[in-house]
């Protein structure tokens, strides 16, 4: 199996497709050659805070654990378009906003229920932007050396192909 199609079985197992720039990302490949924003460290560490509140630590590593905040900067700008840059990071902004003006700090600060209940109100509110975090944070995540050997099973050299194996109760799902 090529990679390209073990990361659209990935997307599917997750629950849907993915974008192409996501997958192009994904795959390591620079589809954006033009202009880009250029992404600040306090940025940087805002989409670490966010992807963890999408993917938190619990008995497996969080996003954060996994640098899915690096995953999100690196196929943004190598992948999307400055226009889908802006709008992305816009969204990002908003929701440290939104988290200043309900609570009187930015997102960073606030404690899990709070950040919790702003990536709630961003689902409705900001929806496009909080589908692509989503959609950047899970592929970040899955892809990764911790999601893909701490939350998945992994068997880094497989022996034969058995298609149509049960799993036993409670086992992970195989990575890819």
Known sequence: ????????QAALMMGGLLSAPTLAGAMGRITNTGPSVSVTAEQEALLA????VIIPATKTPGAKAAGAEKFIVRVMRDCYPKTDQDSFYAGLAKLDASSKTKFGKGFMELDTAQKNEMVKQTMTDDKPFFLRMKELTTTGYFTSE???????????VPGQFNGCMPLKPGQKTWAL
């Open 1 to 8: 199996m090529k990679r390209r199609e073990a990361i659209q």
């Open 49 to 52: 805070e966010v992807a963890d």
């Open 146 to 156: 911790i999601g893909a050997t701490k939350a998945l099973e992994y068997l880094p």
